[in-house]
């Protein structure tokens, strides 16, 4: 068998340059007790793109590592019990913020695309335009728009929440990390590192993409005034000013940070909870799902009046709506034309979106984790 046809897998180290340009990667085996041969034919090489060293291995190999790059695949089955000749998938991360960020981002984008269509119903009725019920507004959007209406501002929406989300989780693993004591040692804090990582998490994504929020809402509400992302950033700086991409970013904030850190909050307890209950340290995808949905409803009930005020403020004075001053005058307001009840408008489809959103994104950013190894990790 020659060089160019496969990769031996032997005791000594034996290297094969693949003709990969995007990445310029060396492939090479970790040395390994058995040897085994490994056809290059039963891999799969992706030729562009940040990953492209990334490969599919069959059941017989072991593991096999893609040169020194930043990220670095590594496809591998488990030895052992429970393999049963499954295959797995790793890619290999050299820095830990990286890891955290592209992890992050994955399950932001993977979340909101998900619950697109619910995401649109909650911020028509949020606003009060096509109808006062999620089944009116999804039946004129579909009359009006069709389906692609349901997923009006969603690549927009994808961008925002892409970094947003990276930033948020990578803000609450770093400083959940820095304010955890170690084992034995007493706490640094008198309220849990959880709430105060989560609330730091809110205020640090909501502040780095908060004119992306108001331009995905503005093309949500106003679908004939502007033409695409480019439009409506252009407008708004050219008629409104650039101070507009920041209209109601403190009760954004005000409202943002108790979500987050509650959200946090109930997450890592139930967490913690799950791992004191069945005595590990390894929670599974199903679980991680319904905990994130859980910690997701609550916060989300409990900080939904100040969501509400800060959507009504972001729209501003389009079709003659009222002009809010602040969040406070807005609560007010609400209060008093609609009651209780106007506080609490969409409630029912913004639990419905954020909900298995929350899981969702909990989950995705655990798997992502997982895959996404460090050197410590293996």
């Known amino acids: 068998m020659t060089k160019n046809n496969s990769i031996c897998i032997e ?14 990667f060396t492939w090479s085996n970790i040395q390994q007790d058995d040897a085994f041969i490994l056809p290059v034919e039963d891999l799969f090489f992706p030729t562009s793109g940040l990953f492209a060293s990334v490969s599919i291995a069959t059941p017989e190999a072991g593991y096999l590592v893609a040169g020194n ?9 488990g030895k052992g019990g429970g393999g049963g000749g499954g295959m797995g998938f790793k890619i290999r991360i050299g820095n830990s913020h990286l890891k955290r960020l592209l992890s992050g981002a994955i399950a932001g984008a993977v979340s909101r695309t998900a619950v697109a269509p619910l995401e649109t119903i909650r911020t028509h009725l949020m606003v009060g335009s096509n109808g006062n019920s999620s089944g009116e507004v999804f039946d004129s959007i579909l009359k009006t728009e069709g389906w692609k209406g349901l997923f009006r501002g969603n690549f927009v929406n994808v961008i925002r929440v892409a970094p947003s989300k990276a930033i948020e989780l990578f803000a609450f693993d770093t400083v959940h990390k820095v304010l955890s004591p170690k084992e034995g040692d007493p706490p640094k804090l008198q309220v849990p590192s959880s709430l105060v990582a989560g609330a730091m998490a809110g205020f640090s994504s909501t502040l780095c993409t908060y004119p992306l929020e108001l331009i995905k809402t503005r093309l949500t509400i106003q679908r004939d005034a502007y033409r695409d992302f480019l439009d409506c950033f252009m407008k708004i700086l050219e008629e409104e000013g650039p101070a507009e991409l920041f209209r109601g970013l403190t009760p954004s904030l005000i409202g943002v940070v108790p979500y987050a850190a509650i959200n946090y909050y109930t997450y890592d307890t139930l967490k913690k909870l799950y791992c004191k209950t069945f ?9 991680t799902l319904l905990m994130g949905s859980a910690s997701g409803a609550i916060s989300s009930t409990a900080t939904f009046p100040l969501e509400v005020a800060r959507k009504q403020m972001q729209v501003g004075a389009v079709g003659g709506r ?15 034309k609609e009651g209780v009840a106007g506080l609490y408008k969409g409630l029912g489809p913004s639990n419905m979106k954020l909900v ?6 909990f989950m995705c950013y655990e798997v992502c984790k997982k895959i ?7």
């Open 69 to 77: 790059g930043v990220a670095e695949s590594v496809a591998c089955r």
């Open 322 to 336: 009222q002009v809010y001053k602040n969040m406070l005058h807005a609560l007010v307001s609400i209060l008093e």
């Open 356 to 361: 298995p959103a929350a899981g969702i994104s």
């Open 11 to 24: 005791n000594k180290r034996c290297q094969l340059l693949l003709p990969l340009p995007e990445s310029s």
């Open 279 to 287: 005595k590990t340290h390894d929670v599974n995808s199903l679980a």
């Open 372 to 378: 996404m190894i460090e050197e410590e990790d293996k």
